[in-house]
């Protein structure tokens, strides 16, 4: 009697915890993309480690124009990505699903490259609203406009060739979400929508 009271209170209070179910046989796919600041594929490498660990997991090539996968077990993840004439991108992410996408955001150093950078973010509730390209078209005549791709974490990154006024246009699929005028000068120009 003693022994199946004692049963039933173990019983009970393993309901009242939160015991985590045993996943490690379970795996899940990560589909990379290797984005540059202008919203381009690019090709390179990844390598994928346990968070705790140095030793590599998975390393694959991810092609232009095109995503790679990796098959790994649930976990948390570090990942080295290497692009040639960029700084090597590093991050972390957390498997627990079946499917993963990991896209992986490249951005030059300002000092290397000819031209003049324009970044910017864009607010929560425009990014709420879809609006995840920018247009920066040049006020002036023979000027070519420049398109890119608004990151995850709100942040974009264009190159023009030479400074001066542009129209800025902030787009959804649906259409245009914000315009504005910016001065492009110096090597680094800031551009907030708001």
């Known amino acids: 009697m003693i022994l199946s009271a004692l049963f039933v209170h173990c019983v009970i209070s393993a309901q009242m915890m939160q015991i ?3 996943e490690s046989d379970k795996k899940g796919t990560v589909e990379i ?14 390598e994928v ?22 098959n790994v077990p649930f976990g948390v993840y570090t ?20 499917r993963v996408f990991l896209p992986v955001f490249f951005v030059l150093h300002l000092t290397d490259e000819p031209g003049q950078m324009v970044e910017g973010s864009v607010p929560v509730h425009l990014s709420e609203q879809g609006c995840d390209r920018v247009l920066l078209t040049p006020v002036r005549p023979k000027g070519t406009p420049v398109t890119g791709i608004v990151s995850p974490s709100r942040k974009f990154f264009l190159r023009v060739n030479e400074g001066g006024l542009f129209v800025s246009v902030l787009l959804s699929k649906d259409g245009v979400c914000l315009t504005s005028l910016v001065r492009v000068a110096g090597r680094r120009t800031v551009l907030l929508f708001d």
């Open 49 to 70: 480690r346990p968070a705790e660990s140095n030793a590599a997991v998975a390393e694959v090539t991810v092609a232009k124009g095109s995503r790679a996968e990796v």
């Open 79 to 98: 990942f080295i990505s290497t692009v040639t004439g960029y700084p090597r991108a590093t991050g972390e992410i957390q498997v627990a699903e079946s």
């Open 20 to 22: 985590p179910l045993d």
């Open 33 to 46: 993309q290797l984005i540059n600041e202008l919203g381009e594929s690019m090709s390179g490498r990844l």
